[in-house]
């Protein structure tokens, strides 16, 4: 008689809800682009972004206007965006800081991008620049 081979044991692959602090840095042809804040995920594929982008207006390389903006989703999915900090020295409008709350659900297993973009309308060849994206698995 052979053996009795026993079925595996299927490893555990829950995640449990936590939260992380998150950091973003991007230099967009002279104008310094920040984030920063807090990730929170229930395990079960639910997540929350809390926190602020800034944009450097004062700084002396930065010309003109300038956007930038939180950018998440899932892998599988196209980015989504957030509201945006604005910065325009040659009109005076200096919103520069932008309150970033977003959330979101995930299918089971799908692991959640985030990363910070931004525009720089002074310049014609490449005024788009997004920070490295980071992943998170949250479910």
């Not at 999915?77 to 910065?87: F, G, Q, R, T, Y």
């Not at 959330?103 to 089971?108: A, C, D, H, R, V």
Request: with cysteine; charged share 20%.
């Amino acid at each position: 008689m052979g053996a009795t081979v026993q079925p595996a044991l299927a490893a555990s692959t829950a995640v449990t809800p936590g939260s992380k602090k998150v950091e973003f840095h991007l230099n967009n042809h002279g104008a310094p682009v920040s984030g920063e804040g807090t990730l929170s995920w229930n395990g079960e594929g639910g997540y929350t972004f809390a926190g602020d982008i800034g944009i450097g207006c004062d700084a002396p390389t930065n010309e003109g206007r300038v956007t930038a903006w939180l950018e998440y989703g899932g892998t599988s999915e196209s980015w989504k965006k957030s509201n945006e900090a604005d910065c325009d020295k040659q009109n005076g409008q200096t919103d520069w800081h932008a309150v970033i709350n977003v959330s979101g659900t995930l299918k089971k297993g799908e692991k959640l991008e985030l990363r910070v973009s931004s525009w720089n309308a002074t310049r014609w060849f490449d005024p788009y620049q997004a920070s490295e994206r980071q992943v998170f698995t949250i479910s």
